[in-house]
């Protein structure tokens, strides 16, 4: 549409016989300024994309279907052997299984303590921008200072948190040999450093629903909880399935965490906790075979379009709860 | 005292249904600062460890109070030469300021162009930008490194910039912000004055972006400092970022985590002293991404 008027311009270059003076040097250099300049502005950041975003996942695809060389730097034709040999390969269904259970484990506790919690800071609280800065606090902080953290709080002779269930007269877990358990400290990490910054996105979406829905429910006798479960989710639902797609989109790419975790930082002697990133690390740069880590990103990436679509779907529904009417009133619209 | 007590408790009664402007009880300030408490507990943890000895982790009954060997111990960390632990902070530095600079400057102006000015193909082109958000960086990542080898770069800072100089997150956030809150208006006048295309943009565009690129910069600064896994795999340990540096400390010091704790502490706190500065900004530019998104 915007392209309309441009072409006005546009076409007097042809230029029909015309007894007009021709343009002066200074008249052709500004035309050529209103006409190059929005080129020129966004000419960076595509020439990077291209190098460095268009180009390697172009190419991606053509070393997945090759036996890479890392000698000579060139690859021999495969067809789609490596794909075969990774979608046969125990460590990658294993690798699988370990990135949804850490997801789930991160995410469902994650999005409810973050509501729970954007919920407690909408009230008319004293203090707000403490309160907001405390929560965003452990955002700043590396993912690696996180896992190392947490790693040795997870200790399983000495860490701490064996130490509170001993006294508490639990036996101590093995937070690095079980599969759950370790997914768990992972899944912890994850928790820490994101349920404070989803809480402020929600937040941000709790403080845009009008007041008066809170008040005309309070005066139809609507307590706090059924003001929060009748007014607040159903009026945040497109905010919310914004932070579960994002939450999706990173938690199956989660690296840092599951590489700090032990000393050795390949997933744990049986791959306990080894993520598809991980993995996909492992193949290029411990067994340095690029055609099949190639073909890893390329499956990585597949799942996560799907899962993104899947989730979509679900949350869509599932969120629009007992506000089904005024969902479908809002699909509408926007068709 | 009655004249002013009065009006105060009439409110009161008659807003009986005035929810949103009631002082909230205790179970709210509790919630929060239970959660507050587990947000700072984890760094005080790692202090009491990285004050104490190699011992004090192991030890069952450890004090609740910092020991004395904090400074003794992120000295050792300092000047290990294994760990690189100064040039690590160079370059930390170096990377995302590089980084969130580029990023804003280039952001700025291809989304100025995308929110303000009329050219063909500017609709489509934005679509495109907005599609590679999607993108995870992992699926380039192995052409990516035998690019950066075939340049010989691998080893270099220049490796870690080079593919952070501009995001399409940063195009899409300043295109948004722009188009919602420069009025066109202004930039017609300039042009009517007789500025040409960049001094319009340069003089119009670019103060009217400032709150929106100050919060730009410190998100990729924030995230660039953090960023692990592309500086793991193009670094080497002679010439580390942060966390890169951190992970070569976790190798070597896994018997001593008085060491490992309080490096990791000091990597933490050029981020901590960034957010005391700009926490305020970073928690605004969230929410107002938020309602955007």
């Given at each position: 549409?915007t392209t309309?008027?441009?072409?006005?311009e546009a076409s007097t270059?042809?230029?029909?016989?015309?007894?007009?003076?021709?343009?002066t040097?200074?008249q052709r250099?500004?035309?050529?300024?209103?006409?190059?300049?929005p080129?020129?502005y966004?000419?960076?950041f595509?020439i990077?994309?291209a190098v460095?975003?268009l180009?390697?996942?172009?190419?991606?695809?053509?070393i997945?279907f090759?036996?890479?060389d890392?000698?000579?730097?060139t690859g021999?034709m495969?067809?789609?052997?490596?794909?075969?040999?990774?979608?046969?390969d125990r460590e990658?269904?294993?690798s699988?299984?370990?990135?949804?259970?850490i997801?789930v484990?991160?995410?469902?506790?994650?999005?409810?303590i973050?509501?729970?919690i954007a919920?407690m800071?909408?009230?008319?609280?004293?203090?707000k921008?403490?309160?907001r800065?405390g929560?965003?606090?452990?955002y700043?902080?590396a993912p690696v200072?996180?896992?190392l953290?947490f790693s040795?709080?997870f200790g399983?002779k000495?860490?701490?948190?064996?130490?509170?269930?001993?006294?508490?007269?639990i036996a101590?877990i093995?937070?690095?040999?079980?599969?759950?358990?370790?997914?768990?400290?992972?899944a912890?990490?994850?928790?820490?450093?994101?349920t404070?910054?989803?809480?402020?996105?929600?937040?941000a979406?709790?403080?845009?629903?009008?007041?008066?829905l809170?008040?005309?429910?309070?005066?139809?006798?609507?307590?706090?909880?059924?003001?929060f479960f009748?007014?607040t989710l159903p009026?945040?639902?497109?905010?919310?399935i914004?932070?579960?797609?994002?939450?999706t989109?990173?938690?199956?790419?989660?690296f840092?965490?599951p590489?700090?975790y032990?000393t050795?930082?390949?997933?744990g002697?049986?791959?306990?906790w080894?993520?598809i990133?991980?993995?996909?690390?492992?193949?290029?740069?411990?067994?340095?075979?690029f055609g099949?880590?190639?073909?890893?990103a390329w499956?990585?990436?597949?799942i996560?379009?799907a899962?993104?679509l899947?989730?979509?779907?679900?949350?869509?529904?599932f969120?629009?709860g007992?506000?089904?009417?005024?969902?479908?009133k809002v699909?509408?619209?926007?068709? | 005292m009655?004249t002013i007590t009065?009006p105060l408790?009439?409110?009161k009664?008659?807003?009986?249904?005035a929810v949103?402007?009631?002082?909230?009880?205790?179970?709210?300030?509790?919630?929060?600062?239970?959660?507050l408490i587990?947000?700072v507990?984890?760094f005080?943890?790692?202090?009491l460890?990285a004050s104490g000895?190699?011992?004090t982790?192991?030890?069952?009954?450890m004090?609740?109070?910092?020991?004395g060997?904090f400074l003794?111990?992120?000295?050792?960390?300092?000047n290990?030469?294994?760990?690189?632990?100064w040039?690590?902070?160079?370059?930390?530095i170096i990377?995302?300021?590089t980084m969130?600079?580029s990023t804003?400057?280039?952001s700025?102006l291809?989304?100025?162009a995308f929110a303000k000015?009329?050219f063909?193909?500017?609709g489509?082109?934005l679509?495109?930008?907005?599609?590679?958000?999607a993108?995870?960086?992992?699926?380039?990542?192995?052409p990516?490194y035998?690019?950066?080898?075939?340049f010989?770069w691998?080893?270099?800072i220049?490796?870690v910039i080079?593919?952070?100089?501009?995001?399409?997150?940063?195009v899409?956030?300043?295109t948004?912000?722009i188009s919602?809150?420069?009025?066109t208006e202004?930039i017609?006048?300039a042009?009517?004055?007789g500025c040409?295309?960049?001094?319009?943009?340069?003089?119009?565009?670019?103060p009217?972006?400032?709150?929106a690129a100050?919060?730009l910069?410190l998100f990729?600064f924030?995230?660039?400092?953090?960023n692990?896994?592309?500086?793991?795999i193009?670094?080497?340990?002679?010439?580390?970022t942060?966390p890169?540096s951190?992970?070569i400390l976790q190798?070597?010091y896994f018997?001593?985590?008085s060491?490992?704790?309080?490096?990791?502490?000091l990597?933490?706190v050029?981020?901590?002293?960034?957010?005391?500065?700009?926490?305020?900004?970073l928690?605004s530019?969230i929410m107002?991404?938020?309602?955007k998104?």
């Amino acid at each position: 549409m915007t392209t309309t008027q441009p072409q006005t311009e546009a076409s007097t270059t042809p230029q029909p016989p015309r007894r007009r003076a021709p343009l002066t040097w200074r008249q052709r250099l500004g035309r050529w300024d209103v006409k190059l300049s929005p080129y020129l502005y966004i000419a960076p950041f595509w020439i990077v994309f291209a190098v460095v975003g268009l180009f390697p996942i172009v190419y991606t695809a053509f070393i997945s279907f090759q036996d890479w060389d890392l000698v000579r730097n060139t690859g021999t034709m495969t067809g789609f052997d490596n794909f075969a040999f990774v979608l046969q390969d125990r460590e990658f269904w294993l690798s699988l299984r370990n990135t949804f259970s850490i997801f789930v484990l991160s995410s469902v506790p994650q999005i409810i303590i973050a509501t729970f919690i954007a919920a407690m800071l909408d009230k008319n609280i004293r203090a707000k921008t403490f309160w907001r800065m405390g929560v965003l606090l452990p955002y700043v902080v590396a993912p690696v200072a996180v896992a190392l953290i947490f790693s040795n709080m997870f200790g399983d002779k000495y860490g701490l948190i064996n130490g509170v269930l001993g006294d508490l007269g639990i036996a101590p877990i093995a937070w690095h040999v079980d599969v759950i358990p370790s997914h768990f400290a992972i899944a912890t990490m994850v928790n820490f450093r994101w349920t404070g910054y989803n809480a402020l996105i929600l937040l941000a979406a709790m403080q845009a629903i009008p007041r008066d829905l809170y008040e005309a429910a309070a005066i139809d006798g609507a307590g706090t909880l059924r003001r929060f479960f009748s007014v607040t989710l159903p009026q945040i639902r497109p905010t919310m399935i914004f932070v579960i797609i994002t939450s999706t989109i990173g938690g199956l790419q989660i690296f840092d965490e599951p590489r700090m975790y032990d000393t050795n930082g390949q997933g744990g002697s049986n791959h306990q906790w080894e993520t598809i990133t991980l993995y996909l690390y492992n193949m290029g740069w411990v067994d340095f075979d690029f055609g099949r880590a190639a073909a890893v990103a390329w499956i990585l990436f597949i799942i996560i379009v799907a899962f993104g679509l899947l989730n979509f779907a679900v949350t869509r529904r599932f969120i629009a709860g007992d506000a089904a009417v005024k969902a479908t009133k809002v699909k509408k619209v926007k068709k | 005292m009655t004249t002013i007590t009065n009006p105060l408790t009439r409110k009161k009664k008659a807003g009986a249904a005035a929810v949103s402007t009631m002082r909230p009880g205790w179970f709210v300030y509790a919630s929060l600062a239970v959660f507050l408490i587990a947000s700072v507990f984890p760094f005080y943890w790692s202090f009491l460890i990285a004050s104490g000895d190699r011992f004090t982790i192991n030890d069952p009954n450890m004090s609740w109070f910092p020991g004395g060997n904090f400074l003794a111990n992120a000295a050792t960390v300092m000047n290990n030469p294994a760990v690189n632990f100064w040039k690590a902070l160079s370059n930390s530095i170096i990377v995302s300021t590089t980084m969130a600079v580029s990023t804003v400057v280039l952001s700025t102006l291809a989304g100025y162009a995308f929110a303000k000015l009329r050219f063909k193909g500017s609709g489509p082109l934005l679509v495109a930008v907005v599609a590679t958000m999607a993108v995870p960086v992992q699926l380039g990542i192995v052409p990516l490194y035998i690019l950066m080898q075939k340049f010989g770069w691998t080893g270099s800072i220049g490796a870690v910039i080079i593919p952070g100089l501009v995001t399409a997150f940063g195009v899409f956030w300043m295109t948004q912000y722009i188009s919602q809150s420069l009025p066109t208006e202004l930039i017609e006048a300039a042009r009517v004055d007789g500025c040409s295309m960049i001094r319009t943009f340069w003089h119009v565009g670019l103060p009217a972006a400032r709150p929106a690129a100050a919060m730009l910069f410190l998100f990729t600064f924030v995230t660039s400092w953090n960023n692990f896994m592309w500086p793991y795999i193009v670094l080497d340990s002679q010439n580390p970022t942060l966390p890169v540096s951190l992970s070569i400390l976790q190798a070597n010091y896994f018997v001593d985590y008085s060491l490992v704790l309080a490096g990791v502490l000091l990597a933490t706190v050029p981020l901590l002293l960034l957010f005391m500065f700009a926490g305020r900004q970073l928690v605004s530019g969230i929410m107002a991404g938020a309602v955007k998104g």
